[in-house]
């Protein structure tokens, strides 16, 4: 069984950073694809990073491109998101997640593991 812990939410003013870390056990961590996603209260949750298994292939939502980062450190099993410049709009829930083959995606859909989310609140 997969399990995926995110951590390093919090309450950031704008203009503030947090990165969040996702622990992933149970399988072969080197071997999957990884993203992150949000979901700000009373809307969908939508796509925000991605990388592949090796880490040079990279997508970002446009809303995010330049702000934040995703990296992972397979030796650790860890996932990351290296969030600057945040803004009051950034304020969500994040959840990673993990896809067991394949190229990374856009879509929440194509992932087969979640974590359990950690609360981003960037104040104005």
């Known amino acids: 069984q997969v399990q995926l812990v995110e951590s390093g939410g919090g309450l950031v003013q704008a203009g503030g950073s947090l990165r969040l870390s996702c622990a992933v056990s149970?399988?072969?961590?080197?071997?999957?694809?990884m993203g992150w996603f949000r979901q700000a209260p009373g809307k969908e949750r939508e796509f925000v990073a991605a990388?592949?298994?090796?880490?040079?292939?990279?997508y970002y939502a446009n809303s995010v491109k330049g702000r934040f980062t995703i990296s992972r450190d397979n030796a650790k099993n860890t996932l990351s998101l290296q969030m600057n410049s945040l803004k009051a709009e950034d304020t969500a829930v994040y959840y990673c997640a993990a896809k067991e083959a394949g190229r990374p995606s856009r879509d929440s859909g194509a992932y087969d593991y979640w974590g359990q989310g950690t609360q981003v609140t960037v104040s104005s």
């Open positions: 990388n592949n298994w090796i880490g040079d292939i990279t």
């Open positions: 149970g399988r072969t961590f080197s071997t999957y694809a």
